[in-house]
Protein backbone atom coordinates (compact mmCIF):
# COMPACT_ATOMS: atom_id res chain seq x y z
CA UNK A 1 0.00 0.00 0.00
CA UNK A 2 1.53 3.24 -0.44
CA UNK A 3 1.63 6.21 1.75
CA UNK A 4 -0.76 8.26 0.41
CA UNK A 5 -3.65 5.46 0.49
CA UNK A 6 -2.37 4.60 3.72
CA UNK A 7 -2.81 7.87 4.91
CA UNK A 8 -5.86 8.05 2.88
CA UNK A 9 -7.50 4.65 5.27
CA UNK A 10 -6.04 6.24 8.55
CA UNK A 11 -7.69 9.63 7.76
CA UNK A 12 -11.37 8.41 8.66
CA UNK A 13 -10.82 6.85 11.75
CA UNK A 14 -10.64 10.63 12.85
CA UNK A 15 -12.31 10.34 16.53
CA UNK A 16 -12.99 7.03 16.78
CA UNK A 17 -11.72 6.92 20.08
CA UNK A 18 -15.07 8.91 21.35
CA UNK A 19 -13.20 12.01 23.00
CA UNK A 20 -15.40 13.35 25.77
CA UNK A 21 -17.10 16.38 25.82
CA UNK A 22 -15.04 18.23 28.61
CA UNK A 23 -11.32 17.73 27.75
CA UNK A 24 -7.74 19.41 26.37
CA UNK A 25 -4.26 19.61 25.73
CA UNK A 26 -2.14 16.57 26.00
CA UNK A 27 0.63 15.65 28.46
CA UNK A 28 3.22 12.87 29.17
CA UNK A 29 2.08 10.54 31.85
CA UNK A 30 5.32 10.11 34.50
CA UNK A 31 4.69 6.43 36.86
CA UNK A 32 4.40 6.87 40.37
CA UNK A 33 4.31 4.16 43.20
CA UNK A 34 1.66 5.11 46.00
CA UNK A 35 2.04 8.85 45.61
CA UNK A 36 1.37 10.48 49.52
CA UNK A 37 -1.21 12.82 47.95
CA UNK A 38 -3.32 10.18 47.37
CA UNK A 39 -6.25 9.67 49.58
CA UNK A 40 -6.11 6.69 52.02
CA UNK A 41 -9.34 5.42 53.63
CA UNK A 42 -11.13 9.07 53.95
CA UNK A 43 -13.62 9.36 51.33
CA UNK A 44 -14.51 12.77 51.47
CA UNK A 45 -12.27 15.79 52.21
CA UNK A 46 -13.14 19.26 52.60
CA UNK A 47 -10.30 21.52 50.87
CA UNK A 48 -6.95 21.61 52.24
CA UNK A 49 -4.09 23.98 51.93
CA UNK A 50 -1.39 22.91 49.30
CA UNK A 51 2.04 23.88 48.96
CA UNK A 52 1.60 25.65 45.65
CA UNK A 53 -0.95 27.02 43.96
CA UNK A 54 -2.13 26.10 40.50
CA UNK A 55 -0.31 27.57 37.59
CA UNK A 56 -2.39 30.47 36.03
CA UNK A 57 -2.45 31.74 32.49
CA UNK A 58 -4.28 34.81 31.75
CA UNK A 59 -5.20 36.95 28.80
CA UNK A 60 -1.71 38.81 28.49
CA UNK A 61 0.38 35.45 28.66
CA UNK A 62 1.53 34.03 25.50
CA UNK A 63 0.53 30.81 26.26
CA UNK A 64 -3.25 32.10 27.23
CA UNK A 65 -4.27 31.45 23.10
CA UNK A 66 -2.87 27.57 23.21
CA UNK A 67 -4.92 27.05 26.27
CA UNK A 68 -8.48 28.31 25.39
CA UNK A 69 -9.08 25.81 22.57
CA UNK A 70 -9.43 21.97 22.46
CA UNK A 71 -8.92 20.50 19.75
CA UNK A 72 -11.94 21.27 17.47
CA UNK A 73 -10.60 25.19 15.99
CA UNK A 74 -14.22 26.12 15.83
CA UNK A 75 -14.25 26.62 19.64
CA UNK A 76 -12.33 29.54 21.45
CA UNK A 77 -12.71 30.07 24.92
CA UNK A 78 -12.15 33.48 26.73
CA UNK A 79 -11.68 33.33 30.39
CA UNK A 80 -10.51 35.12 32.89
CA UNK A 81 -7.74 32.53 33.66
CA UNK A 82 -6.60 28.82 32.96
CA UNK A 83 -5.42 27.03 35.81
CA UNK A 84 -3.42 23.98 35.61
CA UNK A 85 -3.28 21.97 38.56
CA UNK A 86 -1.12 19.27 39.72
CA UNK A 87 -2.45 17.56 42.76
CA UNK A 88 -6.06 17.29 43.56
CA UNK A 89 -6.02 19.51 46.45
CA UNK A 90 -4.76 22.21 43.75
CA UNK A 91 -8.05 21.53 41.77
CA UNK A 92 -10.41 21.65 45.05
CA UNK A 93 -8.70 25.15 45.57
CA UNK A 94 -9.28 26.21 42.19
CA UNK A 95 -13.07 25.03 42.69
CA UNK A 96 -13.57 26.95 45.58
CA UNK A 97 -12.45 29.76 44.60
CA UNK A 98 -14.39 30.23 41.27
CA UNK A 99 -17.62 29.26 43.49
CA UNK A 100 -16.53 32.21 46.11
CA UNK A 101 -15.77 34.65 43.38
CA UNK A 102 -19.42 33.19 41.40
CA UNK A 103 -17.50 32.26 38.13
CA UNK A 104 -18.75 29.82 36.27
CA UNK A 105 -16.11 27.09 35.50
CA UNK A 106 -15.28 23.84 33.46
CA UNK A 107 -12.48 21.20 32.92
CA UNK A 108 -10.50 20.15 30.61
CA UNK A 109 -8.30 17.13 30.48
CA UNK A 110 -7.58 15.62 26.79
CA UNK A 111 -9.21 18.51 24.61
CA UNK A 112 -11.13 16.37 22.20
CA UNK A 113 -14.43 18.26 22.79
CA UNK A 114 -16.69 18.07 19.56
CA UNK A 115 -18.93 20.73 20.58
CA UNK A 116 -18.16 23.82 22.82
CA UNK A 117 -18.74 22.69 26.52
CA UNK A 118 -15.13 23.56 27.78
CA UNK A 119 -14.42 26.29 25.01
CA UNK A 120 -17.55 28.48 25.49
CA UNK A 121 -17.84 32.17 26.26
CA UNK A 122 -19.63 32.03 29.09
CA UNK A 123 -16.90 30.43 31.04
CA UNK A 124 -14.82 32.44 33.04
CA UNK A 125 -12.13 29.76 34.49
CA UNK A 126 -10.55 26.50 32.70
CA UNK A 127 -9.53 24.34 35.12
CA UNK A 128 -6.59 22.32 32.60
CA UNK A 129 -5.98 18.75 34.17
CA UNK A 130 -2.98 18.20 31.56
CA UNK A 131 0.15 18.31 33.80
CA UNK A 132 -2.39 15.67 35.95
CA UNK A 133 -1.16 12.70 34.53
CA UNK A 134 0.20 9.98 36.60
CA UNK A 135 -0.78 6.16 36.31
CA UNK A 136 0.53 3.59 39.23
CA UNK A 137 -0.53 1.30 41.04
CA UNK A 138 -2.37 2.01 44.34
CA UNK A 139 -1.54 -0.59 46.56
CA UNK A 140 -3.77 1.12 49.37
CA UNK A 141 -7.11 0.66 47.08
CA UNK A 142 -5.34 -2.47 45.69
CA UNK A 143 -6.17 -1.31 41.78
CA UNK A 144 -4.65 0.96 39.14
CA UNK A 145 -4.72 4.99 39.63
CA UNK A 146 -4.82 7.29 36.20
CA UNK A 147 -5.51 10.74 36.83
CA UNK A 148 -7.30 12.71 34.32
CA UNK A 149 -4.72 14.16 33.01
CA UNK A 150 -3.28 11.38 31.05
CA UNK A 151 -3.68 10.90 27.63
CA UNK A 152 -4.93 6.94 26.22
CA UNK A 153 -1.20 6.21 24.94
CA UNK A 154 0.37 7.12 27.98
CA UNK A 155 -2.23 5.00 29.94
CA UNK A 156 -1.72 1.82 27.41
CA UNK A 157 2.22 2.58 27.43
CA UNK A 158 2.27 2.80 31.28
CA UNK A 159 -0.09 -0.22 32.31
CA UNK A 160 1.27 -2.59 29.68
CA UNK A 161 5.01 -2.12 30.12
CA UNK A 162 4.78 -1.63 33.77
CA UNK A 163 2.30 -4.75 34.50
CA UNK A 164 1.27 -6.39 30.99
CA UNK A 165 -2.40 -4.86 31.61
CA UNK A 166 -4.70 -2.88 29.89
CA UNK A 167 -8.18 -1.15 30.25
CA UNK A 168 -9.44 -1.35 26.71
CA UNK A 169 -9.96 1.88 25.75
CA UNK A 170 -9.95 3.97 22.42
CA UNK A 171 -7.99 4.97 19.41
CA UNK A 172 -6.82 8.59 19.25
CA UNK A 173 -3.82 8.58 21.04
CA UNK A 174 -4.21 12.03 22.52
CA UNK A 175 -7.64 11.76 23.97
CA UNK A 176 -7.66 12.90 27.65
CA UNK A 177 -9.00 10.15 29.99
CA UNK A 178 -10.62 12.36 32.29
CA UNK A 179 -13.59 12.86 29.66
CA UNK A 180 -12.96 9.64 27.81
CA UNK A 181 -13.92 7.47 30.81
CA UNK A 182 -16.72 9.44 32.17
CA UNK A 183 -18.35 8.54 28.80
CA UNK A 184 -18.38 5.24 28.85
CA UNK A 185 -14.85 4.50 26.68
CA UNK A 186 -14.79 2.09 23.72
CA UNK A 187 -12.03 0.70 21.08
CA UNK A 188 -10.80 -2.53 19.18
CA UNK A 189 -10.40 -4.35 22.67
CA UNK A 190 -13.97 -3.66 23.97
CA UNK A 191 -15.34 -7.00 22.04
CA UNK A 192 -13.29 -8.96 23.95
CA UNK A 193 -12.89 -7.09 27.17
CA UNK A 194 -15.95 -4.67 27.49
CA UNK A 195 -15.87 -0.89 27.73
CA UNK A 196 -13.70 1.14 30.21
CA UNK A 197 -15.93 1.79 32.93
CA UNK A 198 -16.92 -1.87 32.80
CA UNK A 199 -13.34 -2.17 34.93
CA UNK A 200 -13.92 0.94 37.10
CA UNK A 201 -13.47 0.71 40.55
CA UNK A 202 -13.45 3.89 41.70
CA UNK A 203 -13.46 7.70 40.90
CA UNK A 204 -11.83 10.55 42.85
CA UNK A 205 -13.85 13.74 42.37
CA UNK A 206 -14.34 17.58 43.59
CA UNK A 207 -17.71 18.44 44.16
CA UNK A 208 -19.71 21.16 44.92
CA UNK A 209 -22.22 20.85 48.45
CA UNK A 210 -25.18 23.11 48.89
CA UNK A 211 -23.24 25.52 50.46
CA UNK A 212 -20.64 26.18 48.13
CA UNK A 213 -18.07 24.17 49.72
CA UNK A 214 -15.98 22.21 47.49
CA UNK A 215 -14.89 18.93 48.44
CA UNK A 216 -12.61 15.88 47.40
CA UNK A 217 -14.49 12.77 47.47
CA UNK A 218 -14.12 9.28 46.19
CA UNK A 219 -16.17 6.58 45.29
CA UNK A 220 -16.40 3.24 44.61
CA UNK A 221 -18.20 0.39 43.27
CA UNK A 222 -18.17 -1.49 46.92
CA UNK A 223 -21.73 -2.33 47.06
CA UNK A 224 -21.46 -0.71 51.11
CA UNK A 225 -19.92 2.94 49.72
CA UNK A 226 -22.10 5.36 50.87
CA UNK A 227 -20.80 7.37 47.45
CA UNK A 228 -21.53 4.55 45.23
CA UNK A 229 -23.90 6.58 43.05
CA UNK A 230 -21.08 9.00 42.52
CA UNK A 231 -19.23 6.16 41.14
CA UNK A 232 -22.13 4.58 38.94
CA UNK A 233 -22.92 8.45 37.74
CA UNK A 234 -19.12 8.25 36.10
CA UNK A 235 -19.83 4.94 33.85
CA UNK A 236 -21.06 6.52 31.20
CA UNK A 237 -22.76 9.54 32.52
CA UNK A 238 -20.57 12.28 30.64
CA UNK A 239 -18.32 14.58 31.62
CA UNK A 240 -19.20 18.07 33.00
CA UNK A 241 -22.12 16.98 34.90
CA UNK A 242 -21.16 16.20 38.52
CA UNK A 243 -17.70 17.47 39.54
CA UNK A 244 -14.48 17.36 38.61
CA UNK A 245 -12.76 14.45 37.88
CA UNK A 246 -9.23 14.38 39.19
CA UNK A 247 -8.83 10.19 39.06
CA UNK A 248 -9.65 7.27 38.23
CA UNK A 249 -9.09 3.62 39.82
CA UNK A 250 -9.47 0.68 37.59
CA UNK A 251 -9.76 -3.12 38.84
CA UNK A 252 -11.87 -5.61 37.16
CA UNK A 253 -14.70 -7.19 38.63
CA UNK A 254 -13.11 -10.53 38.79
CA UNK A 255 -10.31 -9.19 40.78
CA UNK A 256 -9.95 -8.97 44.40
CA UNK A 257 -6.50 -6.44 43.46
CA UNK A 258 -4.20 -9.11 45.21
CA UNK A 259 -1.89 -9.16 42.16
CA UNK A 260 -1.46 -6.31 40.20
CA UNK A 261 -0.59 -8.64 37.20
CA UNK A 262 -4.32 -9.76 37.16
CA UNK A 263 -6.08 -6.73 38.57
CA UNK A 264 -7.09 -5.65 34.94
CA UNK A 265 -7.29 -7.90 31.18
CA UNK A 266 -3.95 -8.39 29.37
CA UNK A 267 -4.39 -7.46 25.89
CA UNK A 268 -3.28 -9.96 23.25
CA UNK A 269 0.32 -10.08 22.80
CA UNK A 270 0.34 -9.77 19.16
CA UNK A 271 -2.36 -8.49 17.08
CA UNK A 272 -3.06 -9.25 13.10
CA UNK A 273 -4.10 -5.62 11.31
CA UNK A 274 -5.41 -5.89 7.74
CA UNK A 275 -6.36 -3.21 5.73
CA UNK A 276 -8.25 -3.23 2.75
CA UNK A 277 -9.17 -0.53 0.18
CA UNK A 278 -11.67 0.27 -2.26
CA UNK A 279 -11.60 3.14 -4.92
CA UNK A 280 -14.52 4.67 -5.23
CA UNK A 281 -13.94 4.54 -8.78
CA UNK A 282 -13.94 0.98 -9.06
CA UNK A 283 -16.85 1.11 -6.43
CA UNK A 284 -20.70 0.82 -8.40
CA UNK A 285 -23.87 1.98 -6.08
CA UNK A 286 -24.80 -2.01 -5.77
CA UNK A 287 -21.25 -2.94 -4.52
CA UNK A 288 -21.26 -0.33 -1.68
CA UNK A 289 -24.76 -1.18 -1.01
CA UNK A 290 -23.58 -4.85 -0.67
CA UNK A 291 -20.74 -3.63 1.55
CA UNK A 292 -22.78 -1.67 4.04
CA UNK A 293 -24.94 -4.34 4.35
CA UNK A 294 -22.48 -7.22 4.77
CA UNK A 295 -21.21 -5.32 7.38
CA UNK A 296 -24.29 -4.24 9.33
CA UNK A 297 -25.46 -7.81 9.00
CA UNK A 298 -21.96 -9.36 10.23
CA UNK A 299 -21.82 -7.65 12.87
CA UNK A 300 -25.64 -8.03 14.15
CA UNK A 301 -24.67 -11.98 13.65
CA UNK A 302 -21.68 -12.26 15.46
CA UNK A 303 -21.91 -9.69 18.56
CA UNK A 304 -22.83 -12.25 21.51
CA UNK A 305 -20.88 -12.41 24.43
CA UNK A 306 -19.37 -15.37 23.85
CA UNK A 307 -19.27 -15.47 20.14
CA UNK A 308 -15.13 -16.38 18.81
CA UNK A 309 -15.36 -13.01 16.89
CA UNK A 310 -14.93 -11.53 20.15
CA UNK A 311 -11.20 -11.71 19.09
CA UNK A 312 -12.00 -9.60 16.38
CA UNK A 313 -12.90 -5.26 15.71
CA UNK A 314 -13.51 -3.66 12.79
CA UNK A 315 -13.77 0.04 11.38
CA UNK A 316 -15.64 0.23 8.17
CA UNK A 317 -14.17 3.55 6.64
CA UNK A 318 -16.81 5.00 4.26
CA UNK A 319 -15.11 8.03 3.08
CA UNK A 320 -16.32 10.77 1.04
CA UNK A 321 -16.21 10.29 -2.51
CA UNK A 322 -13.37 13.00 -2.48
CA UNK A 323 -11.46 11.23 -0.66
CA UNK A 324 -10.81 8.22 -3.53
CA UNK A 325 -11.74 5.04 -1.86
CA UNK A 326 -13.05 2.85 1.32
CA UNK A 327 -11.71 1.09 3.42
CA UNK A 328 -12.03 -1.57 6.01
CA UNK A 329 -9.46 -1.85 8.98
CA UNK A 330 -9.34 -5.46 11.07
CA UNK A 331 -7.75 -6.15 14.38
CA UNK A 332 -7.89 -9.57 15.34
CA UNK A 333 -5.92 -10.81 18.54
CA UNK A 334 -3.23 -13.07 16.73
CA UNK A 335 -3.69 -15.21 20.23
CA UNK A 336 -7.08 -16.55 19.70
CA UNK A 337 -7.77 -19.70 18.36
CA UNK A 338 -8.02 -19.88 14.66
CA UNK A 339 -7.50 -16.01 14.23
CA UNK A 340 -6.52 -15.93 10.63
CA UNK A 341 -9.40 -17.69 9.81
CA UNK A 342 -11.43 -15.26 11.60
CA UNK A 343 -9.67 -12.90 9.97
CA UNK A 344 -10.34 -14.49 6.57
CA UNK A 345 -14.21 -15.34 7.25
CA UNK A 346 -14.83 -11.44 8.22
CA UNK A 347 -13.41 -10.45 5.08
CA UNK A 348 -15.37 -12.51 3.01
CA UNK A 349 -18.61 -12.18 4.45
CA UNK A 350 -18.37 -8.61 4.43
CA UNK A 351 -16.68 -8.44 0.32
CA UNK A 352 -18.91 -11.34 -0.91
CA UNK A 353 -20.92 -10.28 -3.13
CA UNK A 354 -18.88 -7.23 -4.15
CA UNK A 355 -17.14 -7.00 -7.79
CA UNK A 356 -14.90 -3.96 -6.72
CA UNK A 357 -11.66 -5.27 -6.95
CA UNK A 358 -9.71 -4.04 -3.25
CA UNK A 359 -6.62 -2.06 -4.97
CA UNK A 360 -3.98 -2.36 -3.24
CA UNK A 361 -4.46 -6.06 -1.26
CA UNK A 362 -1.60 -5.84 1.15
CA UNK A 363 -1.23 -9.11 3.60
CA UNK A 364 -2.02 -8.93 6.95
CA UNK A 365 0.72 -7.49 9.04
CA UNK A 366 1.25 -9.33 12.80
CA UNK A 367 2.26 -7.19 15.22
CA UNK A 368 2.96 -6.83 19.19
CA UNK A 369 -0.36 -5.08 20.46
CA UNK A 370 1.59 -1.90 22.07
CA UNK A 371 3.70 -0.81 18.55
CA UNK A 372 -0.05 -1.80 16.59
CA UNK A 373 -1.60 0.59 19.13
CA UNK A 374 0.51 3.52 18.93
CA UNK A 375 0.89 2.86 15.24
CA UNK A 376 -2.63 3.16 14.82
CA UNK A 377 -3.34 6.08 16.98
CA UNK A 378 -0.45 8.22 15.65
CA UNK A 379 -0.90 7.67 11.57
CA UNK A 380 -3.52 9.76 11.08
CA UNK A 381 -3.44 13.39 9.22
CA UNK A 382 -6.60 14.30 10.26
CA UNK A 383 -6.36 12.78 14.01
CA UNK A 384 -3.14 14.74 14.61
CA UNK A 385 -4.21 17.53 12.91
CA UNK A 386 -4.66 20.64 15.68
CA UNK A 387 -6.04 23.09 13.31
CA UNK A 388 -8.88 21.94 11.85
CA UNK A 389 -13.05 22.22 12.56
CA UNK A 390 -15.31 19.49 12.95
CA UNK A 391 -19.00 18.72 12.75
CA UNK A 392 -19.73 15.32 14.46
CA UNK A 393 -23.00 13.35 14.67
CA UNK A 394 -23.28 9.76 16.07
CA UNK A 395 -25.97 6.71 16.17
CA UNK A 396 -25.83 3.31 17.91
CA UNK A 397 -26.69 0.56 15.75
CA UNK A 398 -28.93 -2.76 17.00
CA UNK A 399 -29.06 -4.10 13.50
CA UNK A 400 -27.64 -3.02 9.84
CA UNK A 401 -28.84 -0.08 8.33
CA UNK A 402 -32.39 -0.59 6.34
CA UNK A 403 -32.01 -0.02 2.76
CA UNK A 404 -32.86 3.49 2.43
CA UNK A 405 -30.91 4.26 5.15
CA UNK A 406 -27.68 2.87 2.81
CA UNK A 407 -28.96 5.05 0.00
CA UNK A 408 -28.70 7.92 1.88
CA UNK A 409 -25.52 7.10 3.01
CA UNK A 410 -24.61 6.58 -0.63
CA UNK A 411 -26.20 9.75 -1.52
CA UNK A 412 -24.03 12.04 0.61
CA UNK A 413 -21.27 10.51 0.47
CA UNK A 414 -21.04 10.73 -3.81
CA UNK A 415 -22.67 14.69 -3.36
CA UNK A 416 -22.10 16.50 -6.16
CA UNK A 417 -22.83 19.40 -4.15
CA UNK A 418 -20.12 18.62 -2.10
CA UNK A 419 -16.99 18.18 -2.13
CA UNK A 420 -14.37 16.49 0.69
CA UNK A 421 -11.38 14.53 1.17
CA UNK A 422 -12.15 14.92 4.83
CA UNK A 423 -15.86 13.87 5.30
CA UNK A 424 -17.01 10.52 6.15
CA UNK A 425 -18.93 7.62 7.87
CA UNK A 426 -16.88 5.33 10.51
CA UNK A 427 -19.14 2.51 11.43
CA UNK A 428 -17.32 1.10 15.25
CA UNK A 429 -16.53 -2.29 16.26
CA UNK A 430 -19.44 -3.04 19.59
CA UNK A 431 -21.16 -6.06 20.98
CA UNK A 432 -19.44 -8.93 22.33
CA UNK A 433 -18.43 -8.86 25.90
CA UNK A 434 -19.89 -5.05 25.82
CA UNK A 435 -23.18 -6.47 25.80
CA UNK A 436 -22.71 -8.84 28.74
CA UNK A 437 -23.73 -6.61 31.77
CA UNK A 438 -26.73 -4.80 31.81
CA UNK A 439 -28.20 -1.43 30.98
CA UNK A 440 -28.88 -0.28 34.58
CA UNK A 441 -25.33 -1.67 36.00
CA UNK A 442 -23.43 1.54 34.63
CA UNK A 443 -24.62 4.40 33.39
CA UNK A 444 -23.71 3.65 29.54
CA UNK A 445 -26.86 2.35 28.80
CA UNK A 446 -26.67 0.60 24.76
CA UNK A 447 -25.72 -2.62 25.64
CA UNK A 448 -27.83 -4.38 23.10
CA UNK A 449 -25.86 -1.94 20.12
CA UNK A 450 -23.48 -4.37 17.18
CA UNK A 451 -22.40 -1.51 15.74
CA UNK A 452 -21.64 2.29 16.10
CA UNK A 453 -21.99 5.19 13.36
CA UNK A 454 -19.71 8.30 13.21
CA UNK A 455 -20.94 10.92 10.61
CA UNK A 456 -18.32 13.82 10.73
CA UNK A 457 -16.64 16.16 8.19
CA UNK A 458 -13.28 18.56 8.94
CA UNK A 459 -12.36 22.11 7.38
CA UNK A 460 -9.98 24.78 8.14
CA UNK A 461 -11.37 27.68 7.12
CA UNK A 462 -14.27 29.49 9.25
CA UNK A 463 -15.80 31.05 6.27
CA UNK A 464 -16.90 27.52 5.39
CA UNK A 465 -18.46 26.75 8.48
CA UNK A 466 -21.81 27.43 7.16
CA UNK A 467 -21.76 24.88 4.04
CA UNK A 468 -20.17 21.74 6.09
CA UNK A 469 -22.31 22.26 8.73
CA UNK A 470 -25.25 22.26 6.44
CA UNK A 471 -23.74 19.16 4.93
CA UNK A 472 -23.86 17.13 8.57
CA UNK A 473 -27.36 18.35 9.37
CA UNK A 474 -29.04 17.38 6.03
CA UNK A 475 -26.84 14.07 5.82
CA UNK A 476 -28.36 13.36 9.28
CA UNK A 477 -31.93 14.54 9.05
CA UNK A 478 -32.30 12.51 6.05
CA UNK A 479 -30.49 9.28 7.83
CA UNK A 480 -32.96 9.49 10.36
CA UNK A 481 -35.98 11.01 8.88
CA UNK A 482 -38.22 8.13 9.40
CA UNK A 483 -37.83 8.62 13.38
CA UNK A 484 -37.73 12.55 13.41
CA UNK A 485 -34.24 13.26 12.41
CA UNK A 486 -32.49 11.11 15.06
CA UNK A 487 -31.97 7.26 15.71
CA UNK A 488 -34.22 6.98 18.82
CA UNK A 489 -34.05 3.99 20.68
CA UNK A 490 -35.80 0.85 19.01
CA UNK A 491 -35.41 -2.44 17.16
CA UNK A 492 -33.16 -0.64 14.93
CA UNK A 493 -31.26 2.21 16.18
CA UNK A 494 -30.60 3.04 19.84
CA UNK A 495 -29.63 6.94 20.19
CA UNK A 496 -26.80 8.32 20.39
CA UNK A 497 -23.27 8.33 22.20
CA UNK A 498 -22.38 10.64 24.98
CA UNK A 499 -19.24 11.36 24.20
CA UNK A 500 -19.63 12.21 20.32
CA UNK A 501 -21.99 15.35 22.05
CA UNK A 502 -24.04 17.42 19.14
CA UNK A 503 -26.44 19.42 20.68
CA UNK A 504 -27.67 19.95 17.53
CA UNK A 505 -30.00 17.01 19.25
CA UNK A 506 -31.44 19.15 21.68
CA UNK A 507 -32.66 21.27 18.89
CA UNK A 508 -36.55 21.01 17.87
CA UNK A 509 -35.41 22.35 14.52
CA UNK A 510 -33.49 19.20 14.03
CA UNK A 511 -35.06 16.72 16.66
CA UNK A 512 -38.47 16.34 15.79
CA UNK A 513 -38.69 13.19 17.35
CA UNK A 514 -40.54 12.61 20.71
CA UNK A 515 -37.62 11.11 22.61
CA UNK A 516 -35.19 14.14 23.85
CA UNK A 517 -31.54 14.33 24.04
CA UNK A 518 -31.12 12.67 27.29
CA UNK A 519 -33.12 9.78 26.35
CA UNK A 520 -30.99 9.25 23.29
CA UNK A 521 -27.78 9.28 25.37
CA UNK A 522 -28.84 7.77 28.83
CA UNK A 523 -32.20 5.76 28.30
CA UNK A 524 -33.93 4.67 30.88
CA UNK A 525 -30.77 5.89 33.14
CA UNK A 526 -31.37 9.39 32.90
CA UNK A 527 -33.89 9.36 36.48
CA UNK A 528 -31.13 8.26 38.10
CA UNK A 529 -28.13 10.62 37.05
CA UNK A 530 -30.68 13.26 37.77
CA UNK A 531 -30.59 12.01 41.39
CA UNK A 532 -26.80 11.87 41.62
CA UNK A 533 -26.97 15.35 40.06
CA UNK A 534 -28.95 16.91 43.17
CA UNK A 535 -27.26 14.84 45.92
CA UNK A 536 -23.83 16.34 44.70
CA UNK A 537 -23.84 19.30 42.10
CA UNK A 538 -27.03 21.17 44.01
CA UNK A 539 -26.16 24.33 42.79
CA UNK A 540 -25.61 23.04 39.31
CA UNK A 541 -21.72 24.45 39.92
CA UNK A 542 -20.60 22.14 36.60
CA UNK A 543 -23.38 22.65 33.57
CA UNK A 544 -22.42 22.74 30.09
CA UNK A 545 -24.81 22.54 26.79
CA UNK A 546 -26.47 19.40 27.37
CA UNK A 547 -25.57 18.71 31.17
CA UNK A 548 -27.79 16.51 33.13
CA UNK A 549 -30.25 18.38 34.47
CA UNK A 550 -31.33 19.13 38.14
CA UNK A 551 -34.70 16.86 38.85
Known amino acids: MTELNRRRVLVGAAGTAGGLAVTGATGSAAFAADPAETPGSADTQTSGSTSAPAATVTPTDQRYPELVTGNNQRWVAKPDTVQLVTTSAQAVAVVQNAVSAGKRITVRSGGHCYEDFVSNPDVKVILDMSKMNRVYWDSARRAYAVEAGAVLLDMYEQ ?12 YCYSVGVGGFIAG ?5 LSRRNGLSVDHLYGVEVVTVDTYGRARLTVATRE ?3 PNRDLWWAHTGGGGGNFGV ?24 AQVLLSTVTMPWSKLSQADFTKLVDNYGKWYAANSAPDSPYTALGSYLILNHQANGAVSILTQVDATAQGAQSLLDSFLAAVTDGVSATPSPLPAPRTLPWLRATRM ?12 LRGDHKSACMRKGF ?5 ATLYKYLNSPDYSNAMANVVLHPYGGKVASVAEADTAAPHRSTVFKVLTQTFWQDAAEDAKHLAWTRAFYGEMYAATGGVPVPNDVTDGCYVNYPDTDISDPAYNTSSAPWHRLYYKDNYPRLQKVKAAWDPKNIFRHGQSVQLP
Open 159 to 170: LYKLYGVVVPGG
Open 184 to 188: GGFGL
Open 223 to 225: AGD
Open 245 to 268: VTRYWFRSAGSDGSNPATALPKPP
Open 376 to 387: LGTSSPVLNNPT
Open 402 to 406: PPEQI
